[in-house]
Structures are given as structure tokens and as C-alpha cells.
């Protein structure tokens, strides 16, 4: 199968401080992930795909100053909030593109456990 | 831009019966996936279904099915012989086939419980 993890599973901080949120594809290697937010009782809202080896691709209305994206491997994928503030507190999933060719799942996203973040 | 449509909000069945989650969408694109997850209270999301749409058939899993309708851009799950592990949230998403489009865009979602 497919496994992404995701690292913490949950933190809570200070306003004021940076968080970094780890997304890791276990068994496979991820030129592409996407980052999700989620808000109480609400969908899946896409905020950014993240390219190994260039720049993420944020969508309209996300901030890219204040959510790092760094893509550092074909493996790993970080998502820093930075000046995290009371209202960016949710529930942050991350996913990973499976382009294992001859892959039963070749172009399917698996989705990380999530990380809850509660910014005090 | 593409935009996915559920419609009930939450939905209860009784344990064994079946029920039927509705999703519409809407696109100018002739090809594209659609999907079906399942969120339960672990928050971990978990594919439940997927249908190419240029596929006439059907998918299948088991005790789920969909109902595809290309035409109206109908796109319903179909969950035989309820079971209490079936209770979560549901949520319909779209993916496009265009190089550089390979985001999913979800519905709202469906809670779904289920009556021992």
C-alpha cells in the first residue's frame, strides 16, 4: 500500500510562534504533495501543492509568508505556520501522489492522519 | 473552476438497510475522476470509491456502488447493508486529467450514522 504520516499528530503553541508540520511518504516517493485545512465540521479546504525541487503553488487567498512550504525530498514535505495567530487554528492534512508506475494506485492522492494545531 | 455540490447534509440509515449519498458537480472538462471518501472520527481520510468518467461502467467496492450519470453530472454513492463502522463524514471529490491540474475539489460532505 501507501502510507503518508504526518508529524505532529497534534501541538499547541503561543501566538506569536512558529509551528512546523511534517508530511513523510513512507513507502513511496512523492514529486507532489498537497497541503489541506480543515476547519471544525467543514471540508477539505486545498491551500497549496508542493512541488519537489520548486516553489509551492499556494491557491487563492493563502497566504505564502505566513505558510512555508519547503519540498525538500522526493519523501518529505513541511508546512511552517508562521506567526501563528488563535485563528489559524484547525486541522491541517497533508497528501502524496502515488506515480509508482504499474502501481494499482498510480495517480491516487493518500492522505496523511492530519495534525491538529491550537494556537493559545 | 470546477465545483462539487452535496446536499444532505447528514443522512441516518438504519443498521442493514441501504442508503444513497448524493453529489452533483459541475465542469467544462470531458474527462475527469471522481471519488467518494470516507472521514471517520479519527480524522483519517480514507478512499472509498472511485470512477473514471469516461468509463460507462458503474465502479463497485463491495458494498459500495455509485450511480454515475455523465449527462446530468450526477455522481451518487450507494451503501448496501449498513454497518455501524460505516458511520462518518462523506465527502464527493473531483479531480481533473490536465497536466498541472491534479488537485481534488470536495463537496461539503455527508454525516452519515447509523441506527443500531
Known amino acids: 500500500g501507501a502510507v503518508v504520516s504526518q508529524h505532529p499528530s497534534w501541538v499547541i503553541c503561543k501566538s506569536g510562534t512558529s509551528v512546523k508540520i511534517e508530511c513523510r511518504s513512507l513507502?513511496?516517493?512523492?514529486?507532489?504533495m498537497f497541503w489541506y485545512r480543515q476547519f471544525p465540521k467543514q471540508s477539505l479546504m486545498l491551500m497549496a501543492t508542493?512541488?519537489?525541487?520548486?516553489?509551492?503553488?499556494?491557491e487563492q487567498g493563502v497566504e505564502k509568508d505566513k505558510f512555508l512550504i519547503n519540498h525538500a525530498s522526493l519523501t518529505l514535505s513541511t508546512l511552517t505556520v508562521t506567526s501563528a495567530h488563535p485563528e489559524d487554528s484547525s486541522f491541517y492534512i497533508c497528501s502524496a501522489r502515488d506515480l509508482r508506475q504499474g502501481s494499482s494506485s498510480y495517480n491516487e492522492q493518500f492522505f496523511g492522519p492530519g495534525t491538529r494545531l491550537t494556537v493559545l | 473552476a470546477q465545483t462539487v455540490t452535496q446536499s444532505q447534509p447528514e443522512m441516518s440509515v438504519q443498521e442493514a438497510e441501504t442508503v444513497t449519498l448524493s453529489c452533483t458537480y459541475d465542469?467544462?472538462?470531458?474527462?475527469?475522476?471522481l471519488f467518494w471518501y470516507k472521514q471517520p472520527p479519527s480524522r483519517q481520510m480514507i478512499l472509498v470509491i472511485r470512477q473514471e468518467a469516461y468509463k460507462q461502467q458503474n465502479a463497485t467496492e463491495n458494498r459500495f456502488s455509485v450511480n454515475f450519470q455523465k449527462a446530468a453530472k450526477s455522481f451518487s454513492l450507494k451503501i448496501s447493508d449498513s454497518q455501524l463502522g460505516d458511520a462518518a463524514m462523506y465527502f464527493c471529490a473531483y479531480k481533473g486529467l490536465r497536466s498541472g491540474n491534479e488537485k481534488l475539489t470536495f463537496g461539503t460532505g455527508t454525516r452519515l450514522t447509523i441506527i443500531p
Open positions: 513507502d513511496f516517493q512523492a514529486t507532489t
Open positions: 465542469t467544462s472538462e470531458s474527462d475527469y475522476y
Open positions: 508542493s512541488n519537489e525541487g520548486s516553489k509551492a503553488t499556494y
